[in-house]
């Protein structure tokens, strides 16, 4: 398996097999080599690259829609993902200068089709506001993605028309994905226990 | 009828008020008295906020329809022929569909939030369960990504053996998709015939793996054993079998006049909104797009074999139809050329902090014996970091995004599965159609619910 991954032409092997990440994978010098090169919008925005994905971008929130447009502009397509992660218990990440960690995090997966490449956009969410300007203008493929990560982390996305649960029932009381929200067990009956009675 | 029997109680509010609880309202298709204009032009029209603009033009669509010339249907979640619990709301005019929106979370199980609580060596018992139709896939997925962040290489063998099995997966996923299209369009017999052939996939994957399904066989590291002794001859039959039965259903099927009548045309799509939906797998490739993970961005070996991606031109039904047949006659294609050159080595990664020791080892060295009770127990720990990876599902773009913080469990894991996304096409599909045709449209975009529900 060779690094030459068919993203080659445009100087970044976006997808290589995950397998020959480690021998090929971005060092700290091709990393930022190839951050520079491709850092085709909003080149202020701090980027990031890792594993499989070599262009990891984190705008502020109130550029997060401009982020996206200009990519859409680049040439992306299509929005392949978006989620939101919660990293209360993990507040110690690995972010880029000049980003500040949040409580919250929303992670969008963008795809373009004709260049073969990927890139991730990940932006924070603070705790105490956890709003963030909804994409479906520009892809509207992120509706059911959306409302699952309001459902799931409880991100509301401020423009989204119909914003509600999508996979827990419309009268659940909290967001299942948050880390402050218990897991939930059946305690285990052994044979020797007390009955219910 | 009039318009003040819908009472509007104020219970439906369909945009979220800022600050409120964490119910954000129903989830159902309200009456169109009661639905906010901006969202009845938008569940009407099913997209509008295509990028490039005109596809749709809100000004086309009639949103001045009286609400008691249309009745809104529910159509499941136990309906037989909606593919599992799918709850699809329907406003009908007679017989056409006027609005759709697919109620989904009937099968919702927690299963990312239950992915944290599971270390990586468990991860992929967990995952396997979501698109029940092709587990494999989905911890070949879960297998890459902590693969990625470990970084790991793994010998050719494990490698050409994970090919083999997904795209067998790929022949039995597809296989079941024509049995119960077939039956979704009133051929019985295809339904028969379909689950025979899948049953001789899943036979071979009993024997290789020892389950039918939920094999947790595709492990981070490898493959939980190496192919059972005379593989090559079971799967020769295989392939030999299915390719010639392919032709058979060409006959049932593909060129009879009344299959043709209720797919050709019906349920179309254009590649603008399909991308826009962030739709992929065969209805994507039925608009014309030749996008396939397997070729565009090549995980395991795919760049290494040689088949073709197939495309359609309209987006029809028929299309997607005949894109699935092909599918399995181009991945036996591909498994031929597997048996044909698999590489001899090892099944897993030797790497000692994935793969516990060989059983012979145990016997004979105290050592080996913590080592494996530590991998089972503890699990071993993945470096910090984030990844996504995304192979090419019988569905569509399968999409893991992992977040490790350092320990022996994910710390997050979201799987983005094909079906919840390509989900999203039905309103479109359905818009403007039959109810008749309904049943065949959802067939069509091949929705497995424990995908989308998770």
Redesign the interface.
Known sequence: MTADAPGAGTGVGTDEPAEAAPQSGPGPATATATATATATVLPEVPRASGPATSEIAFPPRDRYLDMLSSYRDAGFETCADLCAVDYLTHPGRALPEGVRAERFEVVVNLLSLSQRRRVRIRVQVPEDDPVLASAIDLYPGVDAMEREAFDLVGVRFDGHPDLTRILMPEDWEGHPLRKDYGVGRVPVQFKEAPGPR | MSDDFFVDDGTRT???P?GA???????EMASRVST?P??LR?EVGA?L???EGGVLDSGDIDVERRDDETMIINMGPQHPSTHGVLRLMLELDGELVLRTKPV??YL?T?M??TGE?LTYVQGATNVTRMDYLSPLNNELVFS??V???L????PPRA?WIRMLLSELQRISSHLMWMATNGMDLGSTSMMIYGFREREMVLSFFEKATGLRMNHNFIRPGGVAADLPDGWRDDVDVLCETILARTYEYDELLTGQPIFRERTEGVGNLTADQA??????GPILRSTG?A?D?RR??????Y?QVDFDVIVGTYGDNFDRYSIRLNEIRESIRIVRQVVERMPPGDYRSQDRKVTPPPRARIDESMEALIHHFKVFTEGFKVP???????IESPRG?L?C?L?S?GSSKP??L?I?GPS??N??AVPLLLRGGLVADAVAIISSVDPVMGEV??
């Open positions: 369909r945009t979220a800022r609880g964490t119910s954000e309202g129903a989830q906010d901006v969202e938008r997209v906020r295509l990028p989904i979370g919702h927690g990312e939030k609580e890459l990504a693969e990625s962040l970084g790991i290489e793994l490698v991308l826009a939906l962030s739709i992929t797009v996008w993970l565009s961005m090549p995980y395991l070996a760049d910090e970091g984030e990844v996504y990876v995304a773009e999409g995004y977040v913080d710390y997050r979201h983005r919840f996304v989900l999203q529900d998770r």
